[in-house]
Antibody, heavy 121, light 108 residues
Framework: EVQLVESGGGLVQPGGSLRLSCAAS????????MSWVRQAPGKGLEWVAN????????YYVDSVKGRFTISRDNAKNSLYLQMNSLRAEDTAVYYC??????????????WGQGTLVTVSS | EIVLTQSPATLSLSPGERATLSCRAS??????LAWYQQKPGQAPRLLIY???NRATGIPARFSGSGSGTDFTLTISSLEPEDFAVYYC??????????FGQGTKLEIK
């Protein structure tokens, strides 16, 4: 059974840092692109970043470029999101999601339950 | 950047009725569009990919159609567990994903 379990969320002051983790199991982690997707309270979904199987390619939404860093450790079956210079607008539930090539392109076929990040003084 | 616009924002129907949700793209995405369902307090779940293919385990009452810029998610006969928020999603620039703003399907 595919499982994605996020951790590391919490309350942080504006300008602070936080590192999120996602533990993957039930599939060959090193064979998949992985993403972080967030959802602000009461709002829709926003893709944040993704990373290639070997970590050689990483992409970010413009609003987090230069502040967030996605990484992975295939030996530990883990995905990470280092978040620096946090702002109030980064407050959201952060989901770890598996990118799978289904049909023509990639989609998110498995999601974790999310971890809440609150940026507030 | 391709923008996805979903309509209506809220749809009020009764169990047993047919639901039709729309997603319009600002430019063609061919058939590369997905639909997700999200219930309160839960993660999204993939329902449909490539516009019309049901994901694993998704009931046959869910169907998707469309290509180019106009897409539709249809639920043929609503079950109580189908009341949720639905999002469309596409992948542009081959690495960037965008979502529609969502349609809330509520019990009338």
């Amino acid at each position: 059974e595919v499982q994605l379990v996020e951790s590391g969320g919490g309350l942080v002051q504006p300008g602070g840092s936080l590192r999120l983790s996602c533990a993957a199991s039930g599939f060959t982690f090193s064979s998949y692109w992985m993403s972080w997707v967030r959802q602000a309270p009461g709002k829709g979904l926003e893709w944040v970043a993704n990373i290639k199987q070997d970590g050689s390619e990483k992409y970010y939404v413009d609003s987090v470029k230069g502040r967030f860093t996605i990484s992975r450790d295939n030996a530990k079956n883990s995905l990470y999101l280092q978040m620096n210079s946090l702002r109030a607008e980064d407050t959201a539930v952060y989901y770890c999601a598996r990118d799978s090539q289904l049909g023509g392109v990639y989609y998110f076929d498995y999601w974790g339950q999310g971890t809440l990040v609150t940026v507030s003084s | 950047e391709i923008v996805l616009t979903q309509s209506p924002a809220t749809l009020s129907l009764s169990p047993g009725e047919r639901a039709t949700l729309s997603c319009r793209a600002s430019q063609s995405v061919s058939s590369y569009l997905a639909w997700y369902q999200q219930k309160p307090g839960q993660a999204p779940r993939l329902l449909i990919y490539d516009a019309s293919n049901r994901a694993t385990g998704i009931p046959a009452r869910f169907s998707g159609s469309g290509s180019g810029t106009d897409f539709t998610l249809t639920i043929s006969s609503l079950e109580p567990e189908d009341f949720a928020v639905y999002y469309c999603q596409q992948r542009s620039n081959w690495w960037m994903y965008t979502f529609g703003q969502g349609t809330k399907l509520e019990i009338k």
